[in-house]
């Protein structure tokens, strides 16, 4: 029994020792030749990492202009001159839509449009088909007025062939007599 005991004690000394063995065994230092050797892989990473910053940023910034140039397109096209019954003649309001649109396309200054006359389904095709072409005509002379170039535009009259409401009511004739921007 006093055997196995001695066993034991030495088994546990034995362990004992081979854990100070490990634990205490000479670790790495860090001398400053093996921290400027590891400095550059630190500083490249830091480099590479804020150049990816930087090229998601640029992303990022690069879509949301898309977006909005995309948008103030989309609104300059969406956003039709309307006209009273029978006349050709500008409205106020008309002419205050104008010149957002001026400004839009002196900001775009290769963009060329199409002005298109619109009429209501009242009177004959030949008389629209000439309403509409005086409409166009005189939204693009405005916008020459405000200094846009008339080689950028072009009219065409389309009378009563594309109305964009169907209905046989005055608020669908009003929706009607317009002049609209398509963008080539």
């Not at 046989?168 to 004739?173: G, N």
Request: proline fraction near 1%; charge should be positive; charged fraction near 30%.
């Amino acid at each position: 029994m006093k055997r196995k005991n001695w066993l034991n004690v030495l088994l546990v000394i034995l362990v004992a020792g081979l854990f100070l063995t490990v634990s205490c065994a000479k670790q790495g230092t860090v001398t400053s030749e093996t921290a400027v050797k590891s400095a550059p892989a630190t500083d490249d990473a830091a480099a590479k990492a804020k150049a990816e910053a930087e090229r998601l940023a640029a992303e990022k910034a690069a879509k949301e202009k898309a977006a909005k140039i995309a948008a103030a397109r989309k609104a300059f096209e969406n956003e039709d001159i309307h006209f009273d019954y029978d006349s050709s003649e500008l409205t106020a309001a008309a002419k205050t839509l104008l010149k957002d649109k001026a400004a839009w396309l002196n900001e775009n200054a290769t963009a060329a449009v199409t002005v298109e006359g619109h009429c209501d389904e009242r009177g004959t095709t030949e008389y629209n088909l000439a309403l509409g072409e005086r409409r166009a005509t005189s939204v693009k002379a405005y916008l020459v007025d405000l200094g846009i170039a008339a080689a950028r535009m072009n009219t065409v009259s389309y009378g009563e062939e594309k109305p964009v409401d169907t209905g046989k009511t005055e608020l669908a004739y009003s929706m009607n007599r317009r002049a609209h921007f398509a963008i080539k």
